[in-house]
């Protein structure tokens, strides 16, 4: 199978409106293994979101592939950068970051493994 497991880093103290529930934009942190490593995500609106420069650096992967397979990537706000900061997803010193879904990972790395020479 694709992924291994899962771990839950911690949750994001969400913003309740006078309902009690949970306001949009709220989110949670964690790890996810994929393809042996530990990606961090962010579950953001019920989908897993990876963040881009951890995706491309530590997989098999290439921007050009996100191209062809047309992967649209959204840009994270600071709260979502900072939490992706303190779970080391991106650099400390990165003032800007993308995010993909856990779908369009898939697609990726599954399209870059059927690429990829055999052994």
Known sequence: MFLTCERTFGIVPATMDYNGEARPGDFHAGYQEIEGINLGYLQINGTQMFALAQVLSDLPTSSKKMETLK?????????????????????????????????????????????????
């Open 71 to 119: 992967i649209k990537s959204r840009r994270c706000d600071l709260k979502e950068l900072r939490t992706l900061k303190a779970i080391n997803s991106v650099p400390t010193r990165a003032v800007k970051c993308s995010l993909i879904s856990k779908a369009d990972l898939e697609a990726l790395c599954t399209s870059c493994k059927s690429l990829s020479p055999r052994r």
